[in-house]
């Protein structure tokens, strides 16, 4: 595993997608408002981090990688707080995705004792955030073509569409792609592809609503028909991480997390530590193994989180 470490670190990771700025509201509830039937917060606290794919980004960096993270960064207060937490930890953020047509997506998640009292987004349609290519395509070309891994990171706010994947395909050397099925995009032929259980089950044209056990084969056997994925990786919460390739499941690895505070960003750390853990010659299982203790730590802290080489260590 250290040697895997010290691999990643020689990286170039481009990062692709939807790019957010969280923001936490912390305090305590220790009544009920006299003007409505709703809680009463306490502030305590207040901090800004990175979400999304910018997310995936700061996962990426904490561990030595140099990278990059391309995105809709809106020309406002919210897109300068983000560019400057990316900044700050080393990830580079090109000025050519400064845009003026659309805010900075932004959460904003209000919380006591560890728990979401509510959650305030602030963003436009999908449509706002699609990137015209006609434009940026030499830049990203360049970008992509320069790059030992891009991950794709859709969290289905409009910036990833199909036209942005057939030319992140054509000139990448390993592509990864966290999908959001919801708004079913042609995810075909990535070397990984990494849905949590809900959004395999969608992929698999199948209802998240499930109420039946998980059916692991079935599910698998329909993504890798569908989108021909190298390798599948899902996401399984408590239940572990199931591994796939060759259209059969190779093994589900048990979750790493000893306490959970927080599981959002979770999958973020799992497809940035699990991709450059694959580019940097590690096995399927190994670096599955690392990304699985990777989210396993990211879990224990609150908030949308990155991980480090010197905590994974501790862990080992």
């Given at each position: 595993?250290?040697?895997?470490?010290?691999?990643?670190?020689?990286?170039?990771?481009?990062v692709i997608g939807d790019v957010m700025l969280d923001r936490y509201v912390i305090g305590g509830v220790h009544?009920?408002?006299?003007?409505?039937?709703?809680?009463?917060?306490?502030?305590?606290?207040?901090?800004?981090?990175?979400?999304?794919?910018?997310?995936?980004?700061?996962?990426?960096?904490?561990?030595?990688?140099n990278v990059e993270v391309c995105g809709w960064f809106g020309d406002d207060s919210q897109g300068e707080q983000l560019r400057a937490l990316l900044v700050d930890k080393g990830v580079q953020v090109d000025?050519?995705?400064?845009?003026?047509?659309?805010?900075?997506?932004?959460?904003t998640r209000v919380t006591s004792s560890n728990h979401q009292v509510c959650r305030v987004d602030r963003e436009n349609d999908p449509d706002s955030y699609i990137p015209d290519l006609a434009i940026l395509k030499e830049i990203l070309v360049s970008k992509v073509t320069s790059s030992d891994v891009v991950i794709v990171s859709d969290y289905?706010?409009?910036?990833?569409?199909?036209?942005?994947?057939?030319?992140?395909?054509?000139?990448?050397?390993?592509?990864?792609?966290?999908?959001?099925?919801?708004r079913l995009l042609h995810y075909q032929s990535p070397d990984l592809l990494t849905p949590?259980?809900?959004?395999?089950?969608?992929?698999?044209?199948?209802?998240?609503?499930?109420?039946?056990?998980?059916?692991?084969?079935?599910?698998?056997?329909e993504i890798f028909k569908k989108f021909s994925p190298n390798k599948l990786a899902i996401t399984l919460g408590s239940d572990g991480m199931l591994l796939a390739q060759d259209e059969k499941i190779k093994k589900i690895i048990p979750t790493a997390a000893r306490e959970v505070f927080d599981v959002s960003g979770a999958g973020d750390t799992v497809i940035a530590v699990l991709s450059m853990a694959l580019v940097s010659n590690g096995s399927f299982e190994q670096s599955a193994q690392l990304a699985n203790l990777a989210a396993g730590i990211v879990v224990g802290k609150v908030g949308t989180a990155s991980v480090t080489t010197e905590e994974i260590l501790s862990v080992l």
């Amino acid at each position: 595993m250290k040697d895997l470490l010290n691999q990643i670190k020689r990286l170039r990771v481009l990062v692709i997608g939807d790019v957010m700025l969280d923001r936490y509201v912390i305090g305590g509830v220790h009544r009920i408002s006299p003007e409505a039937p709703v809680p009463v917060l306490t502030v305590e606290e207040e901090k800004i981090v990175a979400g999304g794919a910018a997310n995936v980004a700061l996962n990426a960096a904490a561990l030595g990688a140099n990278v990059e993270v391309c995105g809709w960064f809106g020309d406002d207060s919210q897109g300068e707080q983000l560019r400057a937490l990316l900044v700050d930890k080393g990830v580079q953020v090109d000025e050519s995705f400064l845009f003026s047509g659309a805010p900075t997506i932004s959460k904003t998640r209000v919380t006591s004792s560890n728990h979401q009292v509510c959650r305030v987004d602030r963003e436009n349609d999908p449509d706002s955030y699609i990137p015209d290519l006609a434009i940026l395509k030499e830049i990203l070309v360049s970008k992509v073509t320069s790059s030992d891994v891009v991950i794709v990171s859709d969290y289905g706010k409009g910036f990833v569409g199909n036209e942005l994947l057939r030319l992140i395909r054509e000139n990448a050397s390993f592509v990864s792609i966290d999908p959001k099925p919801s708004r079913l995009l042609h995810y075909q032929s990535p070397d990984l592809l990494t849905p949590n259980r809900l959004e395999a089950l969608e992929l698999a044209g199948k209802s998240r609503l499930t109420k039946h056990e998980f059916p692991k084969t079935e599910v698998v056997q329909e993504i890798f028909k569908k989108f021909s994925p190298n390798k599948l990786a899902i996401t399984l919460g408590s239940d572990g991480m199931l591994l796939a390739q060759d259209e059969k499941i190779k093994k589900i690895i048990p979750t790493a997390a000893r306490e959970v505070f927080d599981v959002s960003g979770a999958g973020d750390t799992v497809i940035a530590v699990l991709s450059m853990a694959l580019v940097s010659n590690g096995s399927f299982e190994q670096s599955a193994q690392l990304a699985n203790l990777a989210a396993g730590i990211v879990v224990g802290k609150v908030g949308t989180a990155s991980v480090t080489t010197e905590e994974i260590l501790s862990v080992l």
